[in-house]
């Protein structure tokens, strides 16, 4: 049989698998898994991985072998009922092998009440499923997993061993990615199935490089007065709006003063959101106190570092400008996760394999981009040195949200091109 | 014996007692009452006013009873176990009532590590007592009754009736005032003891105005989006900096407009104080939803209704001025107390022999001014009929702080300047 019979094959099996692979989606979302509470969803992958003829591996990730990894930025010191999940298939030898990468860790629905269909419902309306975690990214294990599924089911031998990563903890550093890499997982190139649509109705874009992110918290401090005489107080939020628009302008200088070909599309490349900020304890009293909490994104190929010192000095400059903060400046403080930028050449044949496997399945052209979002492939490269591209059928727009869905079209036809991308890029036995 | 023979046995008896001034103020505050929990500080009183020889009331508080007053505001429906106490000294005949009153109940002493002398310690170090409650107002309540309980040491004999109140719940709404009143209790005039000192080493204040103050919340709404593609959602964060900025402008334009003699004095004289602002849940998603809580003064003279309108309007207009916040206008909730503003002209006979009174205590005359702060006044004035004025020995600078205190020199002579005060308004046997 010639390559594109294999491959005829392969589309064919999918188009019939649809149903399954719905399932499993289905399956997946139904399951809670809010960050920490994943063995549920681990146990459904490992039966999986058990259906389909893979080398199953189930481990708790051991806090003591990790905390003093470089790559290590995690809240808990247990993982305990916790597991990560690995499903190996084998390659008959010759090929490159590919690690398949995805989270099952979701964050919280928060308040359920604002949901039309419940997070764990897994509802299907025309062609959305609904769901927390269908976008952020159990689409993503859905479409890859399946991908080997009906390469196998086809009766396509691989050359190159395919590595299946069902992963804890994205969503709070990346410590499941990073047990992996620490457990001798590692391979010639790394796919991630994290979301990378952006557009409402658009197509999933393919992402050679991810930003990086990390969070910081500005500690504020007033002078506390009674309201009738606020004037001899000095407001914590009147100081934290002043180091807010501080913070703006520094995005501002940020984005004007760097440039990078895979940013450009996005009206603000690296973003720096002010997520909480929360003030005082009494509306009768001058607020003393305020902290701001910050997520301040990085561009491929800045250091984390130089980063940090930007925002400490930046904020130090604003205080020496304010008759208050000159004496009582505000304290910097960075906290939890620090996701690493990363990115690939345009040239490099993950890359280019992705792009023409996405050019026969929706007939076009990929948009290229560089994810302006945090995910694991930082771990990855950094510490796995793996290859990593970003690529899969979620909605970056819905994700964390009430409400959150997956379009099912997208679904089955990422499942496709991944499914094109691992037998071109693994090779197999025609 | 002629009329300063009286007066120079109380002042005597008054010097000769300042131990025991000291000891009921130190007793009252070791008695922690916290709004919400005054009746061990209440038992205490009604036994200090028996040992004195009052007609002594105890009484709890009947929501029923109080809760479709005009003057009713209190978060609570139960005032179970928080007693008001009052005591009454008949006069002989012939003389005018006089109502002095004041609050046992003292807002949180919050975060106690911030107290170098502990909040209900009662410390003497020097010239100062610390404690929560010391200024505010448990030494205005012992400077009250102990100028009472030395007029009748010293065997004078009164003509009016004096009625000391000892009152619940004004840090959250007056309704322990509002009990008195309803009850029956009314005079010809009142004295109320908050603090009236402002100025660090300052003389208390004789204030025949008293500004009244109400809360509002704001309630925000953003857009939320994750951090990545923040430009895709809204700030609440930014959004409620739009409103402070209006907020202030608000103050500002209030403090151009009106015109108090009596409030010329302060920086701001109806001063409005953002308390506390609360925003987003997660720093890397865009705040959905913020909370401002405000605090606003009310002018002598102003209609609660119209500050009401105005505030409402003023954001109203705000919101229509953004394009956002057009179609998703914040929503203006009053809540909590309402202190109504007051004032006596200062031709009233009260504030000449308070000021009198003063005179030949401080031998300086006092600076008359409005407070910018409400208190139980209003309800007396509105609602009880009865003409007030604020005069006391605390020190508006030092309460609702970590180590609050007050001067024992000006307890000591403000216990003066009330006993004759009491003696010219109520009148005695001579």
Known sequence: MAESGFKQKVLAKIDEEKESIINLLRGMVQIPSVVGDEKAVQEFMA???????????MWTPDYEELKTHPGFASPNTTYENRPNVVGVLKGVGGGRSLILNGHVDVVSPYDEESWDH????????????????????????????????????????????????????????????????????????????????????????VCPAQGGSMWFKVHVQGKSAHAGLRYEGVSAIEMSIKLCNALWDLEKFRNEKLRHPLYERYKIPIPLNIGILNSGVWPSSV??????????????????????????????????????????????????????????????????????????????????????????????????????????????????FPNEFIEIDKLIAVTKVIAFAILDWCGFVT
């Open 47 to 57: 039966k999986k991985f058990e259906e389909m003829g893979l080398i199953v591996d």
């Open 118 to 205: 419940k997070p764990w419902s897994a509802d299907i309306i025309g062609n959305r499923l609904y769901g927390r975690g269908s976008s952020d990214m159990k689409g993503g294990i859905a479409a890859m997993t399946m991908a080997v599924e009906c390469i196998k089911k086809a009766g396509v031998r691989l050359k190159g061993d395919v590595i299946i990563e069902s992963v804890i903890e994205e969503e709070a550093g990346g410590v499941g990615t990073l047990a992996c890499v620490v457990r001798g997982y590692k391979a010639d190139a790394a796919l991630i199935t994290e979301p990378t649509v952006i557009e409402e109705g658009g197509l999933p874009m």
């Open 287 to 400: 607020p003393e106190n305020a902290t701001i909490q910050v997520r301040i994104g990085i561009a491929p190929g800045e250091n984390i570092d130089s980063v940090r010192k930007q925002v400490t000095d930046w904020i130090a400059k604003t205080a020496e400008l304010d008759s208050w903060m000159v004496d009582h400046p505000p304290k910097v403080e960075f906290f939890g996760g620090t996701w690493i930028p990363t990115e690939l050449p345009l040239d490099h044949p993950l890359v280019q394999i992705i792009t023409d496997s996405y050019s026969k399945i929706f007939n076009t052209e990929p948009v290229l981009a560089g994810t302006p979002w945090g995910a694991d492939g930082g771990i990855l490269v950094h510490h796995g040195d793996t290859p990593v591209v970003i690529f899969g059928p979620g909605d970056m727009r819905v994700i964390h």
